[in-house]
């Protein structure tokens, strides 16, 4: 049995009004495929629900779905929420349909890697492994 | 408080709270809901000094009502955990809530979805929820759920509520972590038989047929109803016998009954069997108040007194197999007895008996002996 071993914890959340939840859905199943403990809060999430929920369940990660074309105000709200609550060394990361340039934008402002349509979901999770172990290796 | 003690088997810490858990219990202390969530991660996750930092917590007694919620998946444990939760908050009641979902024993991973059903409590500053995965557990919690609920009740929290695995037939440990265990069945879980043989029977203080708005919830409440009289040894005390006679007529109960009504205390706990409909709050009123019924039932007859010390005695328990095992499987004595051992098992010249005893006496020190053997057995 691997104590201390630290299992990694996503938030796997819905902001906004669009009820296209599929893709979160299939993301919170890889996620759990890959062996990661995957709180998935369903649909109509508010940032401050989100970042409440991130506090709460000690996330490692909060992962993101927007497809309404909301992305520039919601990742930047949260991103502000997490600081807020001392929660800055979660990390912000996400998918929809994003343009690349917001995506950049996005990411100059701390976020952290976002997926578009397409995405292989092991891409994904191999993307917040190596952040896991990235960090690990920080002393985070 | 007398100090710290050193961190059984936290290897990296070495005494005590290191000054990164000394941080957090100033945090947790503080009454921050982040000192709480990384509190629960540390013991969560067994982190080194996890032991030292429930040390440090629990030598304040603080005893908030413990609720668990059980039952099959789909009867609406999350459901009814929202309901109560929100019901208690109207009354300005802070309530902490864990809720334990299975890990996939494939992958490692889980999916916790209890929140999904508890989205509009998420923001409110008196409740505090958290998902635990089972991580490998079989008993309907996680290893270290009454650890977090130690932890929530530590922090303040006046009510802690615990909704289990949704269970089958032998997930029963909750018994072990709450003063008051609800079971919600719904019409669809089938008749009583089911629950009698489930063991859900003996872990229940209240029952609860939730999805009561459906068909077949009179019928399951009336089935409970008798099962339990069967188990209280009252059965039929209503019922009228086949073929129309009816023994009330004939007397014969009414002595029994005299028996069972004397004084004005009732010996044992009526368990009561409720409906509700948990997605509009029906029903919600009243099993809070057989929920604080039992529990000054409890604080009347002793029972919370006996419970909270059988609990802690498993607790201990617990703590020294874990610790056990630990020791055990971290030693490098150990390990080395046993990779030159499975050998000679596969050559059948040890056995994993001799060979089991002989990393135990490295253990335990030459003095250890199997329970049970006497005198020096001659066997093998």
């Known amino acids: ?140 | 408080m007398s100090g710290e003690r050193p961190a059984e088997g936290g290897r990296a810490a070495p005494e005590g709270l290191g000054l990164e858990n000394r941080a957090l219990l100033e945090r947790f202390q503080a009454g921050k809901k982040m000192g709480l969530a990384r509190a629960i991660s540390l013991v969560e996750n067994e982190h080194p000094g996890f032991q030292a930092f429930l040390h440090a917590v629990l030598t304040t007694p603080r005893f908030g009502n413990r609720v668990g919620l059980t039952g099959p998946p789909g009867a609406g444990k999350s459901t009814l955990v929202a309901a109560l939760s929100r019901a208690y908050r109207e009354r300005g009641e802070e309530v902490a809530v864990v809720a334990v979902d299975p890990t996939s024993p494939y992958s490692g991973g889980a999916l916790l979805g209890d929140r999904i059903r508890m989205n509009d409590l998420t923001t409110d500053a008196g409740i505090f929820i958290r998902s635990m995965a089972s991580r490998g557990s079989l008993g309907g919690l996680a290893t270290t759920t009454k650890e977090v609920l130690d932890l929530m009740d530590a922090f303040g929290f006046p009510w802690v509520l615990v909704e289990t695995v949704g269970v089958g037939q032998t997930e029963l440990e909750i018994t072990g972590a709450a003063d008051t265990v609800v079971v919600i069945l719904v019409p669809e879980s089938g008749d009583a038989i089911q629950a009698m043989k489930a063991g859900l029977m003996e872990i229940a203080d209240i029952f609860v047929v939730n999805k009561a708005d459906r068909p077949g919830a009179d019928r399951l409440v009336k089935d409970l109803q008798l099962a339990i009289h069967l188990k209280e040894g009252s059965a039929l005390r209503d019922v009228p016998a086949h073929h129309g006679v009816d023994l009330r007529r004939v007397g014969v109960l009414a002595s029994a009954r005299a028996r069972s009504t004397k004084g004005d205390e009732p010996e044992g706990w009526e368990i009561p069997v409720l409906k509700t409909v948990a997605q509009t709050g029906e029903g919600v009123p009243a099993l809070m108040e057989a929920v604080a019924r039992h529990r000054s039932f409890l604080e009347a007859t002793g029972g919370l007194e006996e419970r909270r010390k059988a609990r802690a005695a498993g607790r201990v328990r617990d703590v020294v197999q874990r610790e056990l095992r630990r020791a055990a499987w971290s030693s490098h004595k150990v390990q080395q007895i046993l990779e030159a051992g499975v050998d000679d098992i596969a050559a059948a010249s040890e056995t994993p008996y001799s060979l089991a005893e002989e990393i135990l006496v490295a253990l335990l020190g030459p003095g250890w002996r199997r329970p049970g053997v006497t005198g020096d057995g001659g066997g093998a």
């Open chain 1, 1 to 140: 049995m691997p104590e201390g071993d630290r299992k990694i914890r996503v938030l796997v959340a819905k902001p906004g009004l669009d009820g296209h939840d599929r893709g979160a859905k299939v993301i919170a199943s890889a996620f759990r495929d890959a062996g990661f403990e995957v709180i998935y809060t369903g649909l109509h999430q508010t940032p401050e629900m989100i970042v409440s929920a991130a506090v709460q369940e000690d996330v490692d990660v909060v992962a993101m779905s927007v497809l309404s074309g909301a992305h520039m105000t919601l990742f930047p709200r949260v991103m502000e929420l997490l600081e807020e609550a001392g929660a800055e060394d979660v990390l912000l990361t996400g998918g929809g349909i994003i343009p690349e340039e917001d995506m950049r934008a996005l990411q100059e402002r701390g976020v952290g890697r976002l997926f578009g349509p397409g995405t292989a979901t092991r891409e994904a999770v191999a993307y917040i492994k190596e952040w896991a172990a990235g960090r690990r290796e920080r002393g985070g």
